[in-house]
């Protein structure tokens, strides 16, 4: 049975014993003008993919960051971000085609934009930084989930027992737990399939968001709040001086993490119709993802830091800033871990599909890795397996929750992954693809001042990696790999 016989299954050969095509698009229409299956994608399904992907754990990170950092460096470090972010996010959006923005050949991938405009050299230091900060993001968002999932066990327990009730609990079973149902998502096909996820998704961030906002709130109206300061924390009464230093460069970390979706704009931008065009409505989908999260960035930063003062937790529904009303901390936990499991999938997606994109290129032939076996569960309901889907994606997801339990530190992972990934993936290649695209004269003001903002956010995250890998070693220090309880 040749695996090119793809007519006859159509036509329903009985010359085909196995029900299987031959295909990556199983059951799909070919008519958009790169001849992939006709995309949907509009503003707000990109800013929904937009949202899920920024608003995400590090929201809860913002107080601690802002005590670190105090009223005037914490507030401006969120606004310079937010404004870098939206910047470089645009410089991005216009490369999604070249040599044109508008008319020229699409580039659906991070690393296919930097190849057609900075060449192969700069798409493999692309696509390294790239897919091991998309493996590091989705381990963050399994500490998480799982963090959250211990919160509401660790909340009852407190509510039952009492404050002072040594409550602390392993967060393995729920990694486990969280992988196995990660696993059958993976399933799902790519990006383009993902759009009521991300919906749901996002519903949850401003779910969680708002009521970790509404109860610093009520603290801080209660007159209950704590100390804060113009600086953050105090050397000599809060922390010594190097602590400061180190604890400011985390700060930054968890801010640039809080801002870090670069990644996989490409590929948002790729589920984009191709009318109008996909750089003006992903210009949109960015002004809008990039300020409403800001907004609830604020709230959250500078509430919380408003509540508990320069005492502020790592994570703020989490650490058990807030005890009562306990259902409403266990709700806002719960929306945090099904915000995450859309998360998960929107930055393992592009992982997935350019494993299978390299094995699809490497054996056309092969049923392994080309089949589609359609499983009809109902007469409304029906989907396809492919075996390299099934199981390349559970591996992936074996390896991502084991290396999760291995080193489950939230804030300093947070600030890691927010250093590794925003100066090479949100800014740097961003402003080369743009001065390359746009052919911008050497040594001209724009070409200055476009490699000025490289330099200092260069700068921005080698501070930052420093505080983290610094924030680490000191949690490996205190804490056994697999052992580890919050």
């Not at 009492?162 to 737990?177: L, Q, R, S």
């Not at 640039?256 to 003006?280: G, M, R």
């Not at 989490?318 to 306990?326: L, V, W």
């Not at 004269?441 to 080698?462: A, G, N």
Request: aromatic residues 12%.
């Amino acid at each position: 049975m040749g695996g090119t016989k793809d007519e006859e299954f159509h036509h329903g050969s009985s010359a085909l014993s196995t029900n299987y095509k031959l295909s990556d698009n199983y059951d799909e229409e070919f008519d958009d003008d790169d001849g992939k299956p006709k995309r949907s994608g509009t503003v707000w399904t990109a800013s929904a993919h937009i949202i899920t992907a920024i608003i995400g754990s590090g929201v809860l990170s913002l107080a601690w960051g802002t005590a670190q950092l105090g009223w005037i460096g914490g507030v401006g470090t969120l606004v310079i971000f937010s404004g870098i972010t939206l910047y470089t996010s645009n410089l991005l959006a216009d490369c999604y085609r070249s040599p044109d923005p508008v008319t020229g050949k699409r580039n659906p991938t991070y690393m296919d934009e930097v190849q057609a405009n900075l060449g192969r050299s700069s798409r493999i230091a692309c696509g390294i930084v790239q897919y091991a900060n998309l493996t590091g993001m989705v381990i963050g968002y399994t500490i998480t989930a799982s963090i959250s999932m211990v919160a509401v066990h660790k909340s009852n327990c407190f509510h039952g027992k009492g404050h002072a009730t040594n409550c602390k609990f392993t967060c393995n079973p729920y990694m486990i737990g969280l992988g196995i149902f990660e696993i059958v998502l993976s399933q799902i096909r790519n990006l383009h399939k993902l759009t009521w996820l991300s919906t749901v998704a996002a519903i949850m961030s401003f779910g969680y968001a708002t009521i970790g906002i509404g109860l610093a709130i009520a603290k801080v109206v209660s007159g209950d709040g704590g100390k804060t300061t113009l600086t953050g924390v105090e050397v000599g009464i809060d922390v010594t001086g190097a602590e400061k230093t180190w604890r400011m460069f985390r700060a930054l970390g968890d801010i640039a993490f809080a801002y870090s979706f670069a990644q996989v704009l490409v590929e948002i931008q790729d589920t984009l119709k191709s009318t109008p065009a996909e750089n003006k409505v992903m210009k949109k989908a960015n002004t809008v993802g990039v300020i409403t999260t800001t907004s609830f960035y604020m709230m959250c930063g500078c509430l919380g830091y408003a509540a508990f003062g320069n005492s502020a937790p790592g994570n703020m529904l989490t650490g058990f800033g807030f005890y009562e009303p306990f259902w409403l901390v266990d709700l806002a936990n719960i929306f945090i871990v099904i915000h995450l499991v859309g998360a998960y999938q929107v930055f393992a997606q592009p992982v997935y599909s350019k494993i299978e994109s390299l094995a699809a290129e490497k054996w056309p032939n092969s049923t392994f890795v080309k089949a589609e076996y359609p499983i009809k569960i109902s007469s409304r309901i029906e989907f396809s397996v492919n075996l390299l889907r099934l199981t390349g994606r559970t591996i992936f997801v074996i390896l991502v929750t084991t290396l999760a339990m291995a080193m489950p530190f939230f804030n300093d992972i947070l600030s890691f992954l927010g250093s590794l990934g925003f100066w090479p993936l949100t800014v740097y290649f961003p402003v080369e693809m743009y001065i390359a695209q746009q052919k911008i004269k050497w040594r001209s003001i724009k070409w200055f001042m476009l490699q000025l903002l490289s330099l200092l956010c260069l700068l921005v995250s080698l501070a930052a990696a420093v505080g983290s890998i610094q924030g680490v070693g000191e949690s490996l220090r205190s804490s056994k790999p697999f052992q580890y309880k919050v």
